[in-house]
């Protein structure tokens, strides 16, 4: 199969003319082209009244080897990449010390499904509930103002992405191809076709819990076990090896080979691996706020005339400032057509994200504006990061009045430095409130200064952005984990054996996608030791 890159064609160009367009690309007759389908479509709107989609197509000619010799000069006609997932093992019995996974949020889900998948009925054991009644709790904090430690945005089945906007896109490097793997996975498991096609796929909320459960069912069909509500709070090292793990309700569970895909929240368990001498690392991270404007601001600004074209959706954005103070400012996680959530996880503290349903047709447009911040601005042991982001987690509760609300301003307000007490045009989404302040206070000096500075460099780029309603809510401080469980070439910690540190939480994946594909890396190396381990005896 051969691929064409780049093929650049009209925002009005119609989809049932696009075998014109790839023959005419080729130079050969309609007759000639044997069948096509598209691989990605994107689109660029850098110039918005001269759209253009951006297609990359696989084609089937027939004579692919002189078609190949023709553009052999042509960077965006190849051959196409064979992107078959190929299983690195396969089991006929389980091992009599079956695996465990630590967590069920993507990575989890991906590692269980893969080793499930080879034959080796993997335990996973995750700490919050089933994601219907997890839901319930998670409604709980928005809509009565209480919060449940251990079933909330964070924690429960499909980890920290269940409430999101979905989004399944991801800069990483990805020559094996994983990327696919999930994403073909999803689909499966009900989400739409289109996410394997369009550039930046999302799945929005709603989806993402029917999909989440058809995956336990595939996992368990295939001899997984998979228990909800069962906390691990602590882990069995003996000589540098890992042996098995405790459970909250005291119950141990012998094994020689545990993943940890815990999350970037699970700062209880941090610290018990950390007391239990298991390596791990500061790591830099991000915090700030979130910002709300009207949606139509953002697709004007974005599209032009074609704001609400069907192809381009709800327009999204990227902002990057480095601030005079030498930080960067950034936007991060943006959700158009979404609201901001309630994303704390421990009481007395206040965090804010993101999320959308698969239509993003809420009224807001909303994104993270945060600012990169390292180990020198919270020096310390390698948990010094979870107290910072506690410290200002903490601050943003008893600014917002002490009960769940977020403290928030008018951007026109804080750009003055002044408190807000009315709202203006924009209507806040964050549940269970919204409680205007001054937010000076709510971040470090230098994050204040930084994204004062940004916002209206920001307005270069999308005009409205610094518009005196759009509000700000804080805090965003679960940008990423704080700390790095650092792994060797065997993704293996440093100093355990049979520990497989995983995902978001271990500072390996940042995002839904990149957390399933950590999640597929891991289980391929688990696999090959334990198979490789048993040819040894
Ligand atoms: P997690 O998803 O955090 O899963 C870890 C799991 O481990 C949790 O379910 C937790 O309960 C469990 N656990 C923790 N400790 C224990 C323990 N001791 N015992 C048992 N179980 C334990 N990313 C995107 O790519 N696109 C988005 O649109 C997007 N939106 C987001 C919106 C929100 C509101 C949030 C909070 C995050 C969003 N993210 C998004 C980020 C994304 O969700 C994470 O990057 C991703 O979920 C990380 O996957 P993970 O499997 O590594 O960890």
Known sequence: MIRITDLRLPLEYPADSLSTAVAERLGITIAE????NVFK?????????AIVLVYTIDVTVQDETALLATFSADPHIKIAPDTTYRFVAHLQEAPDLRPVIVGFGPCGLMAGLVLAQMGFRPIILERGKKVRERTKDTWGLWR????????????GEGGAGTFSDGKLYSQIKDPKHYGRKVLTEFVKAGAPEEILYVSKPHIGTFRLVKMVENMRAQIEALGGEIRFQQQVTDVLIEDGHLRGVMLATGEQIRTDHVILALGHSARDTFQMLHERGVFMEQKPFSLGFRIEHPQTLIDQARFGKHAGNELLGAADYKLVHHAKNGRDVYSFCMCPGGQVVAAASEPGRVVTNGMSQYSRAERNANAGIVVGITPKDYPGNPLAGIEFQRQWESRAYELGGGNYEAPGQLVGDFIKGIASTQLGSVEPSYQPGVHLTDLATSLPKYAIEAIREALPAF??????FSMYDAVLTGVETRTSSPLRMTRGEDLQSLNVKGLFPAGEGAGYAGGILSAGVDGIRVAEALATQLTEANHDR
């Open 33 to 36: 082209l044997l069948d096509f």
């Open 459 to 464: 307005e270069r780029q999308i005009k409205g």
């Open 41 to 49: 479509r994107g689109y660029d709107a850098r110039k918005r009244d």
């Open 144 to 155: 009565k103002n209480q919060l449940n430690p251990e079933s909330n945005v964070q924690f």
